[in-house]
């Protein structure tokens, strides 16, 4: 087993184990067990991305290098139009009043 991505919280580790399974690799997330109720955000790196296939790693490197860039280019911060909460772009909705937001 190989770590491949240290995420930011449990939605980016989701998007990146998503991405890594589109791409044929058995993936897996650890941590999650530790990031405390429903509905919290857990703190930073503690979630983490590995993948089942040592030889697999640099083609899990590969997807998640994509992923990154992904992440920054499409996904912008943005603002709330209703609470004018700032929202990371990952997000389709407002973690702070639920409203969803305009892509
Ligand atoms: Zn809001």
Known sequence: MIRV??????????LAL??????GLDAFIKGQHLTG????????????VWISIDQH?????????????GKKTQHPVRQ????KETIDGNFGRCWNCGKWLDS
């Open 57 to 69: 790693e640099q083609r899990a490197l590969d997807i998640i290098r994509d992923y990154e860039t």
């Open 18 to 23: 998503d991405e890594l399974r589109a791409g």
């Open 37 to 48: 109720g429903a509905g919290e955000l857990p703190l930073s790196g503690v979630v983490s």
């Open 80 to 83: 709330c139009g209703s609470c």
């Open 5 to 14: 991505y240290e995420a930011e919280n449990i939605i980016d580790a989701q």
